[in-house]
């Protein structure tokens, strides 16, 4: 398999503990920010393969992070966590640069699910 490095952004603790943890478990290095701007610093370094972004998050918004990450990572592939409904998200931007959305709440085989059928052009089984 490709090594991919995997960036979560997300203000909750337990949702960044319990990511991390799945995807370490299953063979993905990742590193955990609790803001957009310290996300944003970590992805200038890292240059992640795939990114997890909460949707809602403090001071900047999900879409905002999803936004400048590209424009700091464009090969990134990014995954957007939400606890809301689609239909309660359904006037996002046309061009939000996310592959896939992630309902919260989920579990490990909706994440790694999620996170394989985003990476699958990049990975090799």
Do not use: H
């Not at 997300?10 to 590193?31: A, I, P, Q, T």
């Amino acid at each position: 398999m490709t090594k991919i490095d995997v960036l979560i952004i997300d203000d909750d603790k337990g949702v960044c503990w319990f990511v991390s943890e799945m995807l370490r478990l299953n063979g993905f290095s990742n590193y955990s920010c609790s803001s957009g701007p310290e996300g944003l610093a970590q992805a200038e370094v890292l240059k992640p393969g795939l990114a997890i972004i909460d949707y809602k998050l403090g001071t900047m918004n999900g879409v905002e992070v999803a936004q400048r990450l590209k424009q700091v990572c464009p090969e990134a592939v990014i995954v957007m966590l939400t606890g809301y409904s689609p239909e309660a998200i359904k006037d996002l931007p046309g061009d939000l640069p996310v592959t896939a959305f992630l309902e919260k709440p989920f579990d490990i085989n909706e994440l790694l699910g999620t996170v394989r059928r985003a990476l699958e052009p990049n990975l090799l089984y």
